[in-house]
């Protein structure tokens, strides 16, 4: 339901991808806008109430493959779907293809981009690192479309720094809802930590994100004016 209301979507109009087996669970969603010809996929983040895709998160251990090596349980879960999205994609000939995912979700769909060619245009909300640093160098000489939105003091985005690279274009949400092309200073992160240093979950929840792109978009409006 909430997929639906964020996308103007029917519930009859939106395909479900679910593939869970053992501590295996990962969700999908599609959906085919007729009206300009564009297909949307969605990657579901972790849920809090489920152990098994903390674990599956845990699953930090490279994985290597030709193209460098990955997060082995982003790995896996993105190869459970991959023979899905790409059956949507087909489907669609010619349509613009957007991605997007949060969390988890988001390293997901870098994973489809990187090794299973997906070509779309993807934003991330909150995406942990995921490529290894010859995997991240083979997703930027590719040319992929990929945009990470970060809020500043969200903590999962800087998690494994020591074994995993982002890639992609990276924008920035501050705390007063600018968007930034870079990286928060030091600084500001360990302001806002010092206020509030327990707030690092509800710092990158999707809410959190939604309600700094709405205030980013309020003042561009502003600022048109």
Same mark, same amino acid.
């Given at each position: 339901? $909430? ?34 010809? $564009? ?8 849920? @809090? ?15 290597? !493959? ?33 991605? @997007?995912?949060?969390? %988890? ?15 779309? @245009?993807?934003? @991330? ?32 985005? %800087? ?34 930590? !010092? ?28 600022? %048109?004016?």
């Amino acid at each position: 339901a $909430t997929f639906c209301a964020m996308v103007g979507a029917e519930p009859e109009d939106v395909e479900f991808i679910e593939y869970t087996i053992g501590d295996l669970d990962v969700q999908a969603y599609t959906h085919k806008r007729y009206e300009d010809e $564009t297909l949307i996929i969605a990657v579901r983040g972790s849920e @809090t109430a489920k152990w098994d895709d903390w674990l599956n998160n845990l699953r930090f251990a490279g994985k290597r !493959l030709p193209g460098g090596s990955v997060h082995r349980g982003f790995y896996a879960e993105a190869s459970a779907i991959a023979t899905n999205v790409a059956r949507a994609v087909r489907e669609c000939p010619g349509w613009e293809v957007l991605a @997007t995912g949060h969390s %988890k979700g988001g390293a997901i769909v870098t994973l489809l981009q990187h090794l299973y060619g997906l070509e779309a @245009t993807a934003h @991330t909300f909150g995406e942990p690192r995921s490529l290894g640093a010859r995997a991240r160098g083979e997703f930027q000489r590719s040319g992929h479309s990929h945009v990470r939105w970060v809020n500043t003091t969200d903590p999962v985005p %800087k998690l494994l720094w020591w074994r995993y690279r982002h890639a992609g274009l990276l924008v920035y949400l501050d705390r007063d809802g600018n968007w930034n092309r870079g990286y928060a200073s030091p600084w500001d992160m360990l302001a806002v930590f !010092l206020r509030n240093p327990f707030g690092g979950v509800p710092r990158h929840s999707m809410s959190a994100y939604r309600a700094l792109i709405d205030g980013g978009l309020a003042q561009l409006k502003v600022n %048109k004016n």
